[in-house]
């Protein structure tokens, strides 16, 4: 991230000490701005379009992925629109005052109008915000703005978002977004276009092969299959009704899962697969859900029925540590006005209440074959719904809605499966969903997400719709 304040060089001589004060606020920001996996480049104090030509060329340099503009006093224009057009980034302009206001009596008691207006000039951010909003506009420059003081709980709520979201932006752009086998066939609403997606999110698809998936599996050592069913016992409550023939044959895929996803250096992956009855890659695919399950709670989501543009939605609710897990609708309790979202396949365990069950399921419904499934429910609290959204004009969207997961019944059928309420109701709630253009999948991710998600959408430059 690049940071630099803004101030101008004629009143450095006309009021000594306001440079430094100044500086020592910028470095106040620094501090604020720092964390791990941070970066800041500070380039000081900007007083001239010299300077500003300097700053440009390091922000340039270093490649920084955001820029914050901090105002600390007034500032000519002409001092800021240098280094955000050679920079050509996102920008946020910091309007923070030092204090929430000026002690009116102190200051009129300093009598020399000299000292007076120094002290004023230390207290006069918002002067050059119009000036700032009214450049940029007219120069196509994105930009948003933070309004408050230095230790305004609210303004650093705010500037956390947005350093969350240009993070998030990041993973997204180092992602390596693997596509195993073949979309569910017929499901028209969850086809992508992944050049889109390459260009909207920076991330790279690696296409992979199913045979090398079944070479990975056959070289799986005893040794290997025992270690990853202990991590089986380990992270999922394993139900007395697994048969220890379908517990090895999970096991053992997700030992060559995990290599696949070494291999190719996959930050998520989106899968499915059929081929003819009895074939060996059924086999495969039919004991999946428990080794995707583990890749999903540990930083890879995977989302079944190749639903590309739900993988995309889930890594970026686990980017936010919000978990993502895959889901859609499952039925509706129009007594309890809360509408059922689960799916079978992997779930995110991080997020789950109480822990996860590994149980058989003797029908994988609409697909071929048996195996085992997970059996979970989101944590109850607030939670955020996210969709990737491809309109008919095939531009991408973020969709998202806010509600709660609750308690109550829900079907245990060897699915993810919980119950969320949402503030606007359930009716309106899947007509307003239903009518953005969604895929039928969806991420579920626990907390309310949708600042951050709006702030993400505005650096990758869509548009997000926000149902509640």
């Known amino acids: 991230m690049g940071l630099f304040g803004i101030g101008l060089d004629t009143y450095w001589h006309q009021f000594p000490g306001l440079r430094p004060r100044l500086e020592r606020y910028q470095e106040q920001i620094h501090r604020r701005l720092r964390r791990d996996g941070i970066t800041i480049v500070d380039a000081g104090l900007v007083d001239s379009p010299v300077l500003a030509r300097e700053a440009a060329d390091r922000f340039k340099r270093e490649d920084v992925q955001a820029i914050f503009l901090y105002i600390s006093t ?16 996102p920008v946020i302009v910091l309007n923070l005052q030092p204090v929430r206001a000026i002690d009116y009596n102190a200051f009129n008691k300093l009598g020399d109008r000299g000292v007076m207006t120094g002290e004023w000039l230390a207290h006069c951010q918002a002067c050059s915000a119009p000036e700032i909003a009214s450049v940029f506009n007219r120069a196509g420059i994105d930009y948003n703005l933070v309004t408050g003081t230095l230790d305004d709980p609210e303004a650093w709520k705010e500037i956390d978002s947005w350093l969350e979201a240009f993070r998030v932006a990041a993973v997204m752009r180092a992602n390596r977004v693997g596509v195993l086998g073949h979309y569910y066939n017929g499901m028209l609403d969850v086809y992508s276009d992944m050049t ?10 690696e296409v992979l092969e199913m045979c090398e998936l079944r070479k990975f599996r056959d070289e799986v050592t005893p040794a290997q299959i025992e270690e990853k069913m202990m991590q089986f016992r380990r992270e999922f409550e394993v139900s007395s009704e697994c048969s220890s023939r ?18 190719h250096d996959l930050g998520s992956m989106a899968y499915y697969y059929e081929g003819t009855s009895g074939n060996e890659y059924e086999n495969i695919v039919t004991s999946v859900i428990p080794g995707n399950s583990l890749l999903t709670a540990h930083g890879v989501p995977v989302a079944g029925e190749c639903e590309i543009k739900n993988v995309q939605a889930m890594k970026i609710l686990d980017a936010f540590g919000a978990g993502g897990s895959f889901s859609e609708f499952y039925a509706m309790d129009f007594d309890d006005d809360i509408v059922l979202l689960g799916h079978d396949g992997p779930g995110h365990m991080g997020i789950a209440e109480g822990r996860v069950k590994l149980v058989p399921l003797p029908v994988f419904h609409g697909k071929p074959g048996v195996g085992l499934s997970i059996e979970m429910r989101v944590k109850n609290g607030p939670v955020t719904l996210l969709s990737v959204v491809q309109d008919g004009q095939g531009q991408l969207k973020l969709l998202a809605a806010e509600g709660e997961s609750v308690a109550g019944p829900i079907l245990h059928i060897g699915n993810t499966n919980s119950r969320y309420r949402f503030s606007i109701g359930a009716k309106n709630f899947v007509n307003e969903w239903s009518k953005a253009g969604p895929a039928h999948h969806c991420a579920i991710g626990i907390g309310h997400m949708a600042d951050r998600i709006q702030n993400l959408a505005a650096i990758l430059g869509i548009e997000v719709i926000r149902v509640c």
Do not use: I
């Open 74 to 89: 007034y500032a000519l224009s002409s001092t800021v629109l240098p280094v955000v057009q050679k920079a050509k980034v």
């Open 196 to 205: 889109q997606q390459a260009s909207v999110f920076g991330c790279h698809f």
């Open 246 to 263: 379908e517990l090895a044959r999970a096991a053992q895929t997700s030992s060559a899962l995990d290599r696949l996803v070494r291999e």
